[in-house]
C-alpha cells in the first residue's frame, strides 16, 4: 500500500474501542454471574480470538456487531475445552487467559499463531509455578504452546521484574481462584484496566502505590461496558494532525486513562498542540475528546516510568521524532522487543531507510530531527503499530512510501486506512 505527502488533514473521527478494556470486558463478563453487555466493542483479531476461547469454555457469547452479550458462568463456570485453545496473535489473551485457566479443574492446551509462539511467556509461568499451577511450555522454550493443568492455587506477594499489564493481571486472575490475598508490586505502575474494572465487577482489589492487591473468591455480577475509543488507535491520528501542515482534527470519547496518557505528556513536551475538551468518566474510566492541530515540534527525553504508559506509542513517537527539530532519546523501552515484532530493530532499519538520523541502543533509541525525510518502502512484519506509523510517516514525507502487508491493521484497527483516507477529503 502506498502513502504519499498530503495536504491538511480535517474532520472528526471515533477510533475503535480500547484493546485492554474489550479484552478485559469479554474474559470478566464470562466469570461473571448473569449477563455483561459490552458496546463500542473492538472488532479486531486479537479481540475476536478472547471470545473464541471463551466459547470453546462453554460460555455463549452473542456478537451483535452492535454490542457484544456475554452470558457468565461465574467463577467456576467454565468448562473443559474439547479443542486447543487459540489466541491467535494476541498476547493479552494468551497472558490473561492463563491466570484464569490455572485455577480451574481441567486441564487444556493454549496456542496461538507464530509470532506468539516466539513471545516470552515465562514471566507468566513463574509467578504462577508459585502459586502452584502446573502451566508448562511444551517445546520447552518458554513460550506457547502451553499445557496448563488446573491446580489449587495460594496467594503470593509476587515482585514482578517488569512493568506489564499482563503480567500483573496474569497474576490478579489467578488471585481470583488462591488461598488468601495476591499482591503484585511492579517496578513501575502499569495500566489498570483490571483492576478498575474487576472493582466494577464486584472484586475486591486495592492498589497501593505500585502494588494491586486482590482478594479470593469474590461473586462478580454481569456490568453494562461502555468500551472508550483506544488511546493507542488515537495516537497515530494525534500524529499525523501535528506532521501535516494546516490539519486540525477532533478525536471523540478517547480514553485518557492517567496510567495510558503518556503520548499525551510527550507531545506536550514536543510543544504540540492538543486540547483535552469535555472530560468524563465512562464505566468507570476517564474519557475526553481531543483536538489536535498542526504544530512545530521539538526533540525530548522519553524515558523511565513513563514508558508504561506509551509503550504500544514508541514507534509512532519515534515518526514524530523525525519531523521534530532537536534530538529525541528513548530509553527503557527493552520491552518493544518482545512485541508482535521486535519493534526497536524495525523503527530504526525503516526510518533509516526514509532518510531520518536514527541510532539503535540496547533499551530504545536516539533520533536527530531535522533532516529531509523521503519514502521508502518499509515491510511491516505483520505488525499493526507498525504499518500504522508509517502510515503517517508517508503522509509528511516527499516521495512515496510503500508498506508491505499492510492489512496486518486488522488486528487492531480494521478500517484506519479509510477512516486517515476520509480526513483527507
Request: proline share 4%.
Given at each position: 500500500?502506498?502513502?504519499?505527502?498530503?495536504?491538511?488533514?480535517?474532520?472528526?473521527?471515533?477510533?475503535?474501542?480500547?484493546?485492554?478494556?474489550?479484552?478485559?470486558?469479554?474474559?470478566?463478563?464470562?466469570?461473571?454471574?448473569?449477563?455483561?453487555?459490552?458496546?463500542?466493542?473492538?472488532?479486531?483479531?486479537?479481540?475476536?480470538?478472547?471470545?473464541?476461547?471463551?466459547?470453546?469454555?462453554?460460555?455463549?457469547?452473542?456478537?451483535?456487531?452492535?454490542a457484544i452479550l456475554v452470558h457468565g458462568r461465574g467463577l467456576?463456570?467454565?468448562?473443559?475445552?474439547?479443542?486447543?485453545?487459540?489466541?491467535?496473535?494476541?498476547?493479552?489473551?494468551?497472558?490473561?487467559?492463563?491466570?484464569?485457566?490455572?485455577?480451574?479443574?481441567?486441564?487444556?492446551?493454549?496456542?496461538?499463531?507464530?509470532?506468539?509462539?516466539?513471545?516470552?511467556?515465562?514471566?507468566?509461568?513463574?509467578?504462577?509455578?508459585?502459586?502452584?499451577?502446573?502451566?508448562?511450555?511444551?517445546?520447552?522454550?518458554?513460550?506457547?504452546?502451553?499445557?496448563?493443568?488446573?491446580?489449587?492455587?495460594?496467594?503470593?506477594?509476587?515482585?514482578?521484574?517488569?512493568?506489564?499489564?499482563?503480567?500483573?493481571?496474569?497474576?490478579?486472575?489467578?488471585?481470583?481462584?488462591?488461598?488468601?490475598?495476591?499482591?503484585?508490586?511492579?517496578?513501575?505502575?502499569?495500566?489498570?484496566?483490571?483492576?478498575?474494572?474487576?472493582?466494577?465487577?464486584?472484586?475486591?482489589?486495592?492498589?497501593?502505590?505500585?502494588?494491586?492487591?486482590?482478594?479470593?473468591?469474590?461473586?462478580?455480577?454481569?456490568?453494562?461496558?461502555?468500551?472508550?475509543?483506544?488511546?493507542?488507535?488515537?495516537?497515530?491520528?494525534?500524529?499525523?494532525?501535528?506532521?501535516?501542515?494546516?490539519?486540525?482534527?477532533?478525536?471523540?470519547?478517547?480514553?485518557?486513562?492517567?496510567?495510558?496518557?503518556?503520548?499525551?505528556?510527550?507531545?506536550?513536551?514536543?510543544?504540540?498542540?492538543?486540547?483535552?475538551?469535555?472530560?468524563?468518566?465512562?464505566?468507570?474510566?476517564?474519557?475526553?475528546?481531543?483536538?489536535?492541530?498542526?504544530?512545530?515540534?521539538?526533540?525530548?527525553?522519553?524515558?523511565?516510568?513513563?514508558?508504561?504508559?506509551?509503550?504500544?506509542?514508541?514507534?509512532?513517537?519515534?515518526?514524530?521524532?523525525?519531523?521534530?527539530?532537536?534530538?529525541?532519546?528513548?530509553?527503557?523501552?527493552?520491552?518493544?522487543?518482545?512485541?508482535?515484532?521486535?519493534?526497536?530493530?524495525?523503527?530504526?532499519?525503516?526510518?533509516?531507510?526514509?532518510?531520518?538520523?536514527?541510532?539503535?541502543?540496547?533499551?530504545?533509541?536516539?533520533?536527530?530531527?531535522?533532516?529531509?525525510?523521503?519514502?521508502?518502502?518499509?515491510?511491516?512484519?505483520?505488525?499493526?503499530?507498525?504499518?500504522?506509523?508509517?502510515?503517517?510517516?508517508?503522509?509528511?514525507?516527499?516521495?512515496?512510501?510503500?508498506?508491505?502487508?499492510?492489512?496486518?491493521?486488522?488486528?487492531?484497527?480494521?478500517?484506519?486506512?479509510?477512516?486517515?483516507?476520509?480526513?483527507?477529503?
Amino acid at each position: 500500500m502506498d502513502f504519499k505527502k498530503c495536504g491538511p488533514l480535517r474532520g472528526e473521527i471515533m477510533v475503535p474501542g480500547d484493546k485492554s478494556i474489550s479484552h478485559r470486558a469479554v474474559m470478566f463478563g464470562a466469570l461473571a454471574e448473569g449477563t455483561t453487555e459490552i458496546t463500542d466493542f473492538l472488532q479486531g483479531a486479537d479481540c475476536l480470538s478472547t471470545i473464541s476461547c471463551f466459547q470453546k469454555l462453554g460460555i455463549s457469547i452473542e456478537n451483535t456487531g452492535g454490542a457484544i452479550l456475554v452470558h457468565g458462568r461465574g467463577l467456576q463456570g467454565l468448562q473443559t475445552p474439547q479443542d486447543t485453545l487459540d489466541a491467535g496473535n494476541s498476547g493479552t489473551t494468551t497472558r490473561l487467559i492463563s491466570g484464569i485457566l490455572a485455577g480451574q479443574d481441567f486441564s487444556c492446551r493454549l496456542t496461538g499463531d507464530a509470532s506468539i509462539k516466539s513471545r516470552p511467556m515465562d514471566r507468566i509461568i513463574r509467578p504462577l509455578s508459585l502459586m502452584g499451577a502446573s502451566i508448562t511450555s511444551e517445546r520447552g522454550n518458554s513460550c506457547a504452546p502451553l499445557l496448563i493443568k488446573g491446580s489449587p492455587l495460594k496467594g503470593i506477594a509476587y515482585q514482578s521484574p517488569v512493568a506489564s499489564a499482563q503480567v500483573k493481571s496474569c497474576v490478579l486472575l489467578a488471585g481470583l481462584y488462591a488461598e488468601g490475598q495476591t499482591s503484585v508490586t511492579e517496578p513501575a505502575l502499569s495500566r489498570d484496566h483490571t483492576e478498575r474494572m474487576l472493582s466494577g465487577f464486584g472484586a475486591r482489589v486495592e492498589s497501593f502505590g505500585k502494588t494491586a492487591v486482590i482478594w479470593p473468591r469474590p461473586r462478580l455480577t454481569g456490568q453494562k461496558i461502555q468500551v472508550p475509543g483506544d488511546i493507542s488507535s488515537a495516537a497515530y491520528f494525534l500524529a499525523a494532525g501535528l506532521l501535516v501542515a494546516g490539519s486540525e482534527i477532533l478525536l471523540k470519547n478517547v480514553g485518557v486513562n492517567p496510567t495510558r496518557d503518556g503520548i499525551l505528556r510527550v507531545i506536550e513536551a514536543m510543544g504540540g498542540s492538543v486540547q483535552s475538551l469535555n472530560p468524563r468518566i465512562v464505566s468507570g474510566e476517564p474519557v475526553a475528546d481531543l483536538l489536535v492541530r498542526h504544530s512545530s515540534l521539538r526533540g525530548t527525553t522519553v524515558q523511565g516510568d513513563l514508558i508504561p504508559t506509551l509503550i504500544d506509542e514508541i514507534p509512532v513517537i519515534a515518526v514524530l521524532a523525525s519531523f521534530a527539530e532537536g534530538t529525541t532519546v528513548i530509553r527503557n523501552a527493552q520491552e518493544l522487543k518482545v512485541k508482535e515484532s521486535n519493534r526497536l530493530d524495525i523503527m530504526v532499519e525503516s526510518l533509516s531507510a526514509m532518510g531520518v538520523d536514527i541510532t539503535g541502543t540496547d533499551d530504545g533509541m536516539i533520533i536527530r530531527g531535522g533532516r529531509p525525510v523521503h519514502g521508502a518502502q518499509v515491510h511491516s512484519r505483520l505488525d499493526h503499530r507498525i504499518a500504522m506509523s508509517f502510515a503517517v510517516a508517508g503522509l509528511a514525507a516527499e516521495g512515496t512510501t510503500t508498506i508491505l502487508e499492510a492489512d496486518c491493521v486488522n488486528i487492531s484497527y480494521p478500517e484506519f486506512y479509510r477512516d486517515l483516507e476520509r480526513l483527507q477529503g
